[in-house]
């Protein structure tokens, strides 16, 4: 077993996740809540990009771009059973990363912008709150779905490794 996961991109991980299923489950009901778990995911993203940069190698923005780039080719390969194995992210799992921070920023800022003066009942500021969170939680269904794709496909268990951080070596 080797370290992939350092502590605190794990603990940004499992704290996303909740803070993003709080949101989801609170608008209307509790704005409170709602708008805490909301500023949590933005205070997330600024420290995962933070992290992207300052973090232990697996945890570094570095390798996405070839991994972007590889995104479509991984995927190609995969719908013909060909897997490959990555320590880190693989391709998708690095598209899915960027794609989900990308659009959280967009939910985050465009919640926080309808509760200001200025913003506060501006149709488009609430459609893109709107739209921007219904697809992210489409696409974290996408990524927990290929999670255990791949947890199945090459018989590890990567969720446990989103847990404890470590995955098997390349060589077993």
């Given at each position: 077993m080797v370290v992939v996961w350092d502590w605190p991109l794990r603990l940004f991980h499992w704290t996303l996740a909740a803070s993003v299923l709080v949101a989801w489950f609170t608008p209307n009901i509790y704005d409170t809540v709602h708008r805490i778990a909301g500023y949590t995911v933005l205070g997330l993203i600024a420290f995962r990009l933070i992290w992207g940069f300052a973090g232990t190698r697996y945890s570094r923005?570095?390798?996405?771009?070839?991994?972007?780039?590889?995104?479509?080719?991984?995927?190609?390969?995969?719908?013909?059973?060909?897997?490959?194995?990555?320590?880190?992210?693989?391709?998708?799992?690095?598209?899915?990363?960027?794609?989900?921070?990308?659009?959280?920023?967009?939910?985050?800022?465009?919640?926080?912008?309808?509760?200001?003066?200025?913003?506060?009942?501006?149709?488009?500021?609430?459609?893109?709150?709107?739209?921007?969170?219904?697809?992210?939680?489409?696409?974290v269904v996408v990524h927990v779905l290929g999670v255990l794709t791949m947890c199945v496909l090459q018989r590890e268990n990567l969720v446990r490794a989103m847990i404890t951080g470590r995955k098997r070596d390349r060589g077993d």
């Open positions: 923005f570095r390798s996405f771009i070839r991994f972007l780039r590889a995104a479509p080719g991984f995927l190609w390969g995969l719908g013909h059973g060909r897997t490959g194995r990555y320590l880190g992210l693989n391709p998708a799992g690095a598209a899915m990363s960027v794609t989900l921070l990308v659009l959280l920023a967009i939910s985050t800022i465009s919640g926080w912008m309808q509760v200001t003066v200025r913003f506060f009942g501006v149709a488009w500021v609430e459609d893109l709150h709107t739209y921007s969170s219904d697809l992210a939680m489409i696409l």
